[in-house]
T-cell receptor
Framework: QQQVKQSPQSLIVQKGGISIINCAYENTAFDYFPWYQQFPGKGPALLIAIRPDVSEKKEGRFTISFNKSAKQFSLHIMDSQPGDSATYFC????????????FGAGTTVTVRA | DAGVIQSPRHEVTEMGQEVTLRCKPISGHNSLFWYRQTMMRGLELLIYFNNNVPIDDSGMPEDRFSAKMPNASFSTLKIQPSEPRDSAVYFCANKQGARTEAFFGQGTRLTVV
């Protein structure tokens, strides 16, 4: 079963708007939470990542919010641009040397000009 | 470094044929992953290697699937015999540590007719 649940499946936002994607997990051993961005015909690429010792991380227009007690984290895309149109995946991996990532199902974001 | 290199980019084969997908990882990145991506199931981890040793192959769907990593510079994913339901995009990815970025190749789009 999917260890990381992601929603919504897709969203459409106007240029300049805010895109919000949510993820939830159950495994408290997860200690690394990256977001990947994938354009059509390409492999996923790391966008931004957070560790559970911080509640928020911002890089440019992209912000991760992390709620450890609720076991939820989200990606906010501020001032969305048409170039942000892509599929976004949240992921998680556990501590202790296990290198594998568990991915959410993905969210397709369409930014309309 | 050219990144993770996968070949071929596209493969069309007939049902029952053997298919071999290839991956050249990034030098010095000691974890290698094979993922399968479909619309229905998203990104599924098939198998991962650490220092050329298979660590977890629980995601390999059937005995028709096999993967090898004979050295740090090369990995293959083989499907024999192939079936139409194997049609998907297969990604190879590399990591250097537990909390580090996973670098994905461009993927191989496999179509089994």
């Amino acid at each position: 079963q999917q260890q990381v649940k992601q929603s919504p499946q897709s969203l459409i936002v106007q240029k300049g708007g805010i895109s919000i994607i949510n993820c939830a997990y159950e495994n408290t051993a997860f200690d690394y939470f990256p977001w990947y961005q994938q354009f059509p015909g390409k492999g996923p690429a790391l966008l931004i990542a957070i560790r559970p010792d911080v509640s928020e991380k911002k890089e440019g227009r992209f912000t991760i919010s992390f709620n450890k007690s609720a076991k939820q984290f989200s990606l906010h895309i501020m001032d969305s641009q048409p170039g942000d149109s892509a599929t976004y995946f949240c992921a998680a991996s556990i501590r202790g040397g296990d290198y594998k990532l568990s991915f959410g199902a993905g969210t397709t974001v369409t930014v309309r000009a | 470094d050219a990144g993770v290199i996968q070949s071929p980019r596209h493969e069309v084969t007939e049902m029952g044929q053997e298919v071999t997908l290839r991956c050249k990882p990034i030098s010095g990145h000691n974890s290698l992953f094979w993922y399968r991506q479909t619309m229905m199931r998203g990104l599924e981890l098939l198998i991962y290697f650490n220092n050329n040793v298979p660590i977890d192959d629980s995601g390999m769907p059937e005995d028709r699937f096999s993967a090898k990593m004979p050295n740090a510079s090369f990995s293959t994913l083989k499907i024999q015999p192939s079936e139409p339901r194997d049609s998907a995009v297969y990604f190879c990815a590399n990591k250097q540590g537990a909390r580090t970025e996973a670098f994905f190749g461009q993927g191989t789009r496999l179509t089994v007719v």
